[in-house]
């Protein structure tokens, strides 16, 4: 199952989607059928040999390139998570201000990276994070239930906006490349097939149904609920609405931060085994080359994290770049050419609307995204929500991209 931590964004993309827009267009099912396609051409040869199979040396690098650049996007949003999200948990415990040096996003974001990421993304090997996966269902049961409660305690403290609840918005190819970076993952989709008993289409099927569906429920579920609750006010990161006084808000953004935390390396492992296939293929393993990348990794990740704290357009940005080719076009295509025949048959046209759709969707997205960073996207860094404030008098931070 896809981490949960990125399905925290989808609330403020069903405000730029549109509230009913996003409830009737079920993405998941395309989402099904692509994970679907991904396995049953291309599990015996594997993705990157297929790929080249079919579309040669530049489809090899495109390939390439967007497996390299999922999971690195995907660690920079981590770490503005992180910063947004554990600065508001220690101004809170220890009753210091923003300016402080607990309050600084940056130094928080230095201190977990060099005492918890870095240290575990250089593990060589993924089996002793294992655990991860289950402590992240456990932990995505509390924060859904604590939205789900805040949804209702939350009445009449936040003014609902004149537009809140509208049938379509002008985000929608934004919104489609943000609900692919919560799905996506595609790129572990082969280590699960071969772990299966027994593994065939039939059974890959009903695991991708089974994981799917239930994705799809807590999305739902957390995203009507955060975005009935807050409306035109939501923010990128859903947790960053509630108010710095709610403890069971503290708790779930310590909670949520751990997970961010233990899946930071994943996404480096991932990265990481990226490159070396790519560039160090043919040579043996080394425990000084995987030290050097790993750390190279890390620390490309933290800087370019400091550049903004705009974690919409970061999860735009990879989703239209990155998640949408791996998620609808790439596997689509591979099945169109794999199956021979005839392109224009009954078969392959989900495969077609998958390659289509995904095509629009990255192209008007990619535009648009460039558009919003030219003309200035603004952002609240961890600041305190105005119906938070009340009587009370806080610095009100934003930021431009």
């Given at each position: 199952?896809?981490?949960?931590?990125?399905?925290?964004?989808?609330?403020?993309?069903?405000?730029?989607m549109g509230a009913v827009l996003d409830i009737l267009m079920c993405f998941d099912i395309l989402f099904d059928e692509s994970c679907e396609i991904s396995l049953s051409e291309i599990c015996s040869s594997g993705s990157p040999a297929l790929i080249q199979s079919q579309f040669g040396k530049p489809g090899y690098y495109f390939l390439t390139v967007a497996q390299f650049l999922y999971p690195l996007i995907a660690m920079i949003s981590y770490n503005i998570i992180i910063g947004d999200t554990i600065t508001k948990v220690l101004m809170r415990m220890f009753d210091v201000s923003r300016n402080s040096l607990l309050g600084n996003r940056h130094f928080i974001v230095?201190?977990?990276?060099?005492?918890?990421?870095?240290?575990?993304?250089?593990?060589?090997?993924?089996?002793?994070?294992?655990?991860?996966?289950?402590?992240s269902l456990v932990f995505a049961a509390s924060i859904v239930i604590f939205v789900v409660?805040?949804?209702?305690?939350?009445?009449?403290?936040?003014?609902?906006?004149?537009?809140?609840?509208?049938?379509?918005?002008?985000?929608?190819?934004?919104?489609?490349?943000?609900?692919?970076?919560?799905?996506?993952?595609?790129?572990?989709?082969?280590?699960?097939?071969?772990?299966?008993?027994?593994?065939t289409?039939?059974?890959?099927?009903?695991?991708?149904?089974?994981?799917?569906?239930?994705?799809?429920?807590?999305?739902?579920?957390?995203?009507?609920?955060?975005?009935?609750?807050?409306?035109?006010?939501?923010?990128?990161?859903?947790?960053?609405?509630?108010?710095?006084?709610?403890?069971?808000?503290n708790a779930a953004?310590?909670?949520?931060?751990?997970?961010?935390?233990?899946?930071?390396?994943?996404?480096?492992?991932?990265?990481?085994?990226?490159?070396?296939n790519a560039?160090?293929?043919?040579?043996?393993?080394?425990?000084?080359?995987?030290?050097?990348?790993?750390?190279?990794?890390?620390?490309?990740?933290?800087?370019?994290?400091?550049?903004?704290?705009?974690?919409?357009?970061?999860?735009?940005?990879?989703?239209v770049l990155a998640a949408v080719p791996l998620a609808y076009i790439l596997p689509a295509a591979a099945y169109i050419r794999v199956t021979g025949g005839p392109y224009f048959t009954f078969e392959k046209a989900p495969a077609i609307l998958l390659a289509t759709s995904g095509f629009l969707i990255a192209m008007?997205?990619?535009?648009?995204?460039?558009?919003?960073?030219?003309q200035g996207v603004k952002c609240s860094h961890g600041a305190e929500m105005n119906y938070c404030i009340q009587n009370?008098?806080?610095?009100?931070?934003?930021?431009?991209?």
């Open positions: 199952m896809c981490p949960y931590q990125r399905r925290l964004a989808l609330v403020e993309r069903r405000m730029e230095f201190l977990c990276t060099l005492f918890v990421t870095l240290p575990l993304s250089l593990y060589r090997t993924i089996v002793r994070l294992s655990l991860v996966s289950f402590l409660i805040r949804s209702f305690t939350m009445v009449g403290l936040v003014v609902p906006s004149s537009d809140g609840i509208v049938f379509a918005n002008t985000g929608f190819t934004e919104a489609v490349g943000v609900i692919a970076f919560a799905y996506m993952c595609h790129h572990n989709s082969f280590l699960l097939f071969d772990v299966l008993d027994n593994p289409q039939s059974r890959w099927n009903l695991v991708t149904h089974i994981s799917i569906g239930f994705s799809c429920l807590i999305i739902v579920v957390f995203g009507i609920c955060g975005y009935v609750t807050f409306t035109g006010t939501v923010q990128g990161d859903l947790l960053e609405n509630f108010c710095m006084n709610d403890d069971w808000a953004r310590l909670i949520f931060t751990i997970t961010i935390m233990l899946t930071f390396p994943i996404e480096c492992f991932v990265t990481r085994e990226v490159f070396e560039v160090f293929k043919e040579k043996q393993s080394s425990l000084l080359r995987h030290s050097i990348l790993t750390v190279c990794l890390v620390i490309v990740t933290f800087a370019l994290s400091t550049l903004t704290d705009c974690l919409s357009i970061v999860l735009e940005l990879n989703g008007i997205g990619t535009v648009k995204s460039v558009l919003d960073m030219i009370s008098t806080s610095l009100h931070n934003a930021s431009t991209f």
